[in-house]
């Protein structure tokens, strides 16, 4: 592969392709454009629709102020933990929780974006994305699409084989990878699936200044489940119903233990329903991208999200940062966000919930009842440091996870 980016303008060529206009190819769209090196580059941005709707809510956890503090919906700093006979609140100092409203983002990109002359759209179901020449990969890469096709020096891709927001597909997803392919069926595999609604009722009901994390106590469907109440003022929260597991529900099931949460919660009050937001979030550590240089996956598809516990916003701000460093300083490209180390805490957490050798109630519970939400936010992030992991592992029974590491390092061997 070339380190040096040369400079194309012809007709259906680019420096840049971006394929996706999801979280991942809008994070590095705006850190393209914010590059002093790179801002005038030619980009393509290719998407099945630039009709963005508010299809999902990014939540995360932040210290100093973001790139995208403009775009922040709320935040909170106090998160509080519940299961059964225990209820803790802890304050996020020195980092703060907060919320991005997935149309804010896409709107805010797309406009800056669409202002720049060397910034093109096109808007097309892509079909294939294939090395221009295996022999020479500096020659860059082609995308096609019905009637159409462009070449990039560079084409970063999101474009998963599932759709995260449409249940049905990422349902199809995992019976094509139980059937086809082989891999697979070795490596673990949850789904983060939920459902949530923007309730809002017409009295003050919430504390605004308190995000409820995790509540564990929701039917957990034989698996980890619990309740996500995000509030946005008094009268209104987001309150979203979250399992991990192998197989998603029905769009009934969801709904089923919303309505009995909210009529639990709240007796005797009634409230309406804002805004919905339904979604699976793959939870693995299996590979979900075949791409070789110069196409490389970013997002979800590009390994971005933690296979521990679904959270992707914030890695992939980190991978699309680094991407733009390394092309700017014509570095080969490498798109790795997660240290192996804590790779290897994912996997194994990964190991207890997918076979059950420890409820996700009970272990949530003990992390968060003997360290304070700082240390979890940062051993979550991947930026603990080994006093830190040691202080989350002491929290949890050596006798349940130390027999696990070994299983996780035995499969690796
Ligand atoms: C409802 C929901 C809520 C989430 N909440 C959080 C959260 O709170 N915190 C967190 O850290 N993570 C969250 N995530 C996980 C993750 O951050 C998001 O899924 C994020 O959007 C992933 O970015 P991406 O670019 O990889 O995928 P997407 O954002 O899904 O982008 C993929 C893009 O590719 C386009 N596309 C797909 N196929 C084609 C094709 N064939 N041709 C052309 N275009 C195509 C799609 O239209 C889409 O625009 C959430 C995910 C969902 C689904």
Redesign the pocket.
């Given at each position: 592969m070339s380190n040096t980016i040369s400079s194309t303008s012809s007709l259906g060529s680019y420096d840049f392709i971006i394929?996706?206009?999801?979280?991942?190819?809008l994070s590095l769209l705006h850190y393209l454009m914010g590059s002093s090196i790179l801002c005038s580059k030619s980009i393509l941005v290719?998407?099945?629709?630039f009709e963005k709707t508010n299809?999902?809510?990014?939540?995360?956890w932040e210290k100093e102020v973001g790139a995208f503090e403009n775009l922040i919906h709320h935040h909170w700093d106090t998160i509080s933990i519940h299961a059964e006979g225990f209820n803790k609140k802890l304050p996020t100092a020195p980092f703060s929780y907060k919320m991005i409203q997935g149309i804010d983002f896409y709107n805010a990109i797309l406009s800056k974006a669409k202002l720049k002359s060397n910034i093109h759209f096109q808007e097309?179901?892509?079909q294939n994305i294939k090395v221009l020449d295996a022999s020479n990969t500096s020659k860059g890469a082609t995308i096609e699409w019905e009637g159409g096709a462009a070449t990039g020096n560079y084409v970063f891709s999101?474009?998963?084989p599932f759709?995260?927001?449409q249940l049905t597909t990422a349902a199809a997803y995992s019976k094509s990878l139980q059937k086809n392919d082989s891999s697979a069926k070795e490596a673990l595999f949850l789904w983060q699936h939920f459902k949530g609604r923007v309730v809002q009722f017409n009295q003050p009901v919430f504390n605004q200044s308190v995000a409820k994390l995790m509540d564990f106590n929701v039917p957990q469907h034989g698996a980890t489940a619990f309740m996500y109440q995000l509030p946005l003022n008094e009268n209104k929260a987001l309150v979203e119903y979250t399992i991990f597991s192998e197989n998603v529900l029905s769009i009934a099931e969801y709904d089923q233990v919303l309505n009995t949460y909210l009529a639990n919660e709240f007796p005797g009050l009634t409230y309406s329903i804002a805004h919905e937001?339904?979604?699976a979030?793959p939870m693995t550590q299996l590979s979900l991208s075949k791409y070789q240089a110069p196409i490389y996956a970013?997002?979800?598809?590009g390994a971005?999200?933690k296979a521990s516990t679904?959270?992707?916003?914030?890695f992939?701000q980190l991978q699309c940062k680094n991407i733009v460093a390394q092309l700017e300083k014509g570095q080969p490209i490498q798109t790795h966000v997660h240290t192996s180390r804590h790779q290897f805490y994912d996997a194994v957490l990964l190991y207890v919930l997918y076979y059950h050798k420890m409820e996700g109630a009970e272990i949530f519970k003990r992390i968060f009842a003997k360290n304070k939400a700082a240390t979890v936010f940062k051993f979550l992030s991947n930026t603990s440091n080994i006093f830190e992991d040691l202080q989350i592992m002491r929290s949890l029974p050596t006798r349940i996870f130390l027999p696990a590491a070994l299983s996780v390092l035995l499969r690796r061997a």
């Open positions: 394929a996706g206009a999801g979280g991942a190819g290719i998407d099945k629709s299809d999902r809510t990014w939540c995360f097309a179901i892509i999101s474009l998963l759709q995260m927001n937001e339904i979604g979030i970013i997002g979800a598809l971005a999200i679904g959270y992707a916003f914030q992939i």
